[in-house]
């Protein structure tokens, strides 16, 4: 599923306010600052701080791989 362009550019994340990349294939959004991903579920963003996801350096390198 892919979300709206337009949506992308105004979705942040919720702890630091700043950009997030979309991993189209794992339907997840990603902030490489905090190494944190935040899931999409029905093409509807969770932005929830609590439901956030902690990514490891592996993990991190692997989804900076699919965003660039």
Avoid: F, W
């Avoid at 700043?18 to 189209?24: A, F, Q, T």
């Avoid at 029905?42 to 490891?56: M, N, R, Y």
Wanted: glycine share 4%; net charge negative; aromatic share 6%.
């Amino acid at each position: 599923m892919t979300l709206d362009p337009a949506l992308l550019e105004i979705l942040a994340c919720p702890e630091d306010k700043g950009p997030l990349y979309y991993v189209e294939s794992e339907e997840l959004l990603y902030n490489p600052r905090l190494h944190k991903a935040y899931r999409i579920e029905d093409g509807i963003p969770v932005l929830l701080v609590d439901e956030a996801v902690d990514i490891g350096p592996d993990e991190h390198e692997r989804l900076m791989a699919q965003v660039n």
